[in-house]
T-cell receptor, first 111, second 111 residues
Framework: DAGITQSPRHKVTETGTPVTLRCHQTENHRYMYWYRQDPGHGLRLIHY???????DKGEVSDGYSVSRSKTEDFLLTLESATSSQTSVYFCAASTGENIQYFGAGTRLSVL | GESVGLHLPTLSVQEGDNSIINCAYS??????FIWYKQESGKGPQFIID?????DKRQGQRVTVLLNKTVKHLSLQIAATQPGDSAVYFC??????????FGQGTRLTINP
């Protein structure tokens, strides 16, 4: 997992509730990413960060927000979870040399 | 928009044979490509990468070939082993520090 820890690993929640997923890295990578993985869609970028307090939207950012107050932590928040956000979420980090290193994933079910 | 795709969603090979996983890309300006392996229940793991100024790059039992003329990328795995069973993703760099992933090919090994 290249020093990348995601928590929780599994979560079940109800529609309309807020959810925060955490990604923690120990390698001092500058760049961090949140992806979702769904059958037939591969990995799709939600948001990414290029430094502390510097974030930008990805391909599927609607309904998600992120925050990065420290180099090592990147949080993904679903303000009001919907069933369409049921997915497996992956965090990744990189130094900027193109190779992204991934965490083990968080499986989120929104009922 | 531009996208990365795969010719086959599944590939089945005999143990000991060579595996070839293909990937087509549509952005002729792409200058960097990468292959990941994802085992069940785990995050994607980096296998090998290649820049557009190269046609071939070799790693341990793996080779990536890039044909810019037809915008085609392939991953060759020599002497396929049971541990090679996984989903393999190609990705291309899009913009600064962002990757666009294909949908993946599932490789299964027959004993």
């Amino acid at each position: 997992d290249a020093g990348i820890t995601q928590s929780p690993r599994h979560k079940v929640t109800e529609t309309g509730t807020p959810v925060t997923l955490r990604c923690h890295q120990t390698e001092n990578h500058r760049y961090m990413y949140w992806y979702r993985q769904d059958p037939g869609h591969g990995l799709r970028l939600i948001h990414y960060s290029y430094g502390v307090k510097d974030t930008d939207k990805g391909e599927v950012s609607d309904g998600y927000s992120v925050s990065r107050s420290k180099t090592e932590d990147f949080l993904l928040t679903l303000e009001s979870a919907t069933s369409s956000q049921t997915s497996v979420y992956f965090c990744a980090a990189s130094t900027g040399e193109n190779i992204q290193y991934f965490g083990a994933g968080t499986r989120l079910s929104v009922l | 928009g531009e996208s990365v795709g795969l010719h086959l969603p599944t590939l089945s090979v005999q143990e000991g044979d060579n595996s070839i996983i293909n990937c087509a890309y549509s952005n002729s300006a792409s200058d960097y490509f990468i292959w990941y392996k994802q085992e069940s229940g785990k995050g994607p793991q980096f296998i090998i990468d290649i820049r557009s100024n190269m046609d071939k790059r070799q790693g341990q039992r793996v080779t990536v070939l890039l044909n810019k003329t037809v915008k085609h990328l392939s991953l060759q795995i020599a002497a396929t082993q049971p541990g090679d069973s996984a989903v393999y993703f190609c990705a291309e760099r899009q913009g600064a520090q962002k990757l666009v992933f294909g949908q993946g090919t599932r490789l299964t090994i027959n004993p």
